[in-house]
């Protein structure tokens, strides 16, 4: 279960794993690392499951949520006060666990006319001239139903609880929806996956140590606040702007009706717009970001598809410390399944030993 991000590192784990963890293994545990653009959470739930205490961030609010969904359940939850509140949710065979019990009745939900269905199905012909293919109308009426059903639930449910149903229901929604990879267009013809009908399904659970938070702010902001031996940053690449191309789980993720305009019903992304993804000001970003990092090992993943050219990410990041960088070929992603004429692709991963720079600043009463 899971959702096919742009830049997603699934695939990568085992090499970023094993790089960071021998460049770190003389830390003492549990070694504390920050995530600071954490995505669908991939890399935060790996260095959970291996005892790192993780303070995760995302600027979209969809990933976020994911990631809290991952990092602060170690199993399922009980969903106390949901059960005293409507213990009818919860009657009858006794095998399935308060969380199967949940999803149960989520998934029985008749549906609902709400924003999605008025926006992002065939029903935005009624107040708009856009037939928004991008669910069903049957998928669409459930999604604004499970969507505000979690939300009247709102003060019955401990935070972990929420952000694991509201994540369900994102991957549930991604499995139906009616696109080629993102939601930068939806397809004007159904795909069969389309047509099944929306269906929120128990997950597994990913043990590990408890101490885990997330955030959910600008990541350049956010590093100068968070201290850990290990910043993990994978920015932004490309041109693509994350909260364009996601934007429908967006708003399903913040369920609060925004303004929306255009063929595909887009919100207003430039509010989460990323310097990262424009040539003339990813340099600077990345910059800033090792300026205020506070950590003694920085690692960077990076592609040869990216904004920063090679030499000049090596250059910025030995400003700050001895640099290392090792690499490894990777498919490039696509979104359909036409064959590409560009090169293949090489991913990095950078580091920055930052670990004199901090003795340094710590002795000239510099260190922030």
């Not at 009616?178 to 996956?193: E, L």
Request: charged fraction near 25%; proline fraction near 5%.
């Amino acid at each position: 279960m899971g959702i096919d991000f742009l830049g997603n590192k699934e695939q990568l784990l085992p090499f970023l794993y094993t790089h960071i963890s021998e460049e770190t293994a003389g830390l003492p545990g549990p070694v504390g690392l920050v995530d600071l653009f954490c995505g669908a959470g991939a890399v935060s739930r790996c260095f959970k499951s291996h005892g790192c205490r993780v303070t995760a961030n995302d600027f979209l609010t969809c990933c976020a949520v994911m990631t809290k969904a991952i990092l602060l359940n170690d199993g399922a939850p009980e969903f106390r006060g949901l059960r005293e509140a409507a213990p009818e949710i919860f009657a009858g065979e006794s095998t399935r666990s308060p969380y199967e019990r949940v999803l149960a009745y989520l998934n029985r939900l008749e549906g609902r006319e709400g924003f999605i269905y008025g926006n992002y199905s065939p029903a935005s012909l009624e107040q708009c001239e856009y037939e928004r293919m991008y669910f069903t109308r049957e998928n669409a009426r459930k999604i604004d139903d499970v969507r505000e059903t979690i939300a009247e639930w709102s003060g019955l449910l401990e935070e972990r609880e929420e952000a694991l149903l509201i994540a369900d229901l994102l991957f549930a929604v991604s499995a139906v929806s009616n696109i080629a990879g993102t939601y930068g267009c939806y397809i004007k013809f159904w795909k069969p996956k389309a047509r099944q009908p929306l269906w929120l399904t128990p997950r597994r659970f990913t043990a590990g140590g408890g101490g885990h938070t997330v955030w959910n702010c600008d990541a350049n902001e956010l590093v100068g606040r968070v201290e850990a031996p290990i910043i993990y940053a994978d920015p932004p690449y490309t041109k693509r702007q994350y909260s364009a191309y996601y934007h429908i789980l967006e708003t399903i993720a913040r369920n609060d009706r925004p303004e929306i305009g255009g063929k595909t019903g887009l919100r207003n992304w430039k509010e989460h717009s990323s310097r990262y993804c424009y040539r003339r000001s990813a340099g600077k970003a990345l910059e800033e970001l090792l300026e205020r990092a506070r950590c003694q090992y920085f690692f960077l993943s990076y592609n040869s598809d990216g904004q920063i050219p090679h030499e000049e990410i090596r250059s910025i990041m030995a400003r700050f410390g001895e640099t290392r960088y090792w690499e490894v070929p990777y498919k490039r992603y696509k979104s359909n399944s036409a064959v590409s004429r560009k090169p293949p692709l090489t991913e990095r991963l950078y580091l920055a030993d930052l670990r004199e720079r901090r003795a340094a600043l710590t002795r000239d009463g510099g260190a922030h």
